[in-house]
């Protein structure tokens, strides 16, 4: 038999350093486990994000690739050349481009007027339904990214004024701010620009810059 003097038990102390040693092990491991999920969370945030700016760019290449010299009437009465944008012009960015698909055989063509604006640091696109319009004629929008600081777009004229430097740099010295008709001259139809680059400064991801150059039309 084991005389109860030999059945010793913990004291107060051990007791209480065995859960402090307990506490503190379920603290780091409640903590490497909360970063774990904080980090997997961000990249999966981070994923979509970068997921949602490239199709909404494809849109826009897509847009700009496509882009006919098909000038239009607007709701005014007014002939506005194929492509326009820019500080000066109501809509950052507006193209009549090709390529718009009839799944519905509707009674339309496959040309589209297309914008493109930032408002309330969002990125919106609208078109309209014919190209030339009448002034019932209303525009259908889509919000397409939110979270968008800056949306500028710049305008080469002519590709024989492109210029690169030595480190392979364009000098945009010679682009222009904005693509838009001269008003002293009414009967002039502006021709669309050799190239067109747009840049957007999404919140948290800086900035988003391509270059495209129009087809030769």
Known sequence: MVSERGIRGFTLIEVLVAMAITA????VS???LSAALSSAERLRASTERAQEIGQVMAILSRDIRQV???PV????GQRMPAVMGGELARDMLTVTRAGW???TAAPR???QRVH???QDETLWRGYFP???RTPGTERIETAMLGGVERFEVRFLPSLARLEVNRDDVIDRRNWEDSWVADLSQPNQLLSPPAAVEVTLEVSGLGEVTRLYVLPAI
């Open 24 to 27: 503190v092990v379920a603290m």
């Open 30 to 32: 409640y903590s490497a």
């Open 68 to 70: 006919a010299n098909r």
């Open 73 to 76: 009437i607007d709701e005014f």
């Open 101 to 103: 698909h009839n799944s």
């Open 109 to 111: 063509g496959t040309l």
């Open 116 to 118: 493109w604006w930032i």
């Open 130 to 132: 014919v190209l030339d």
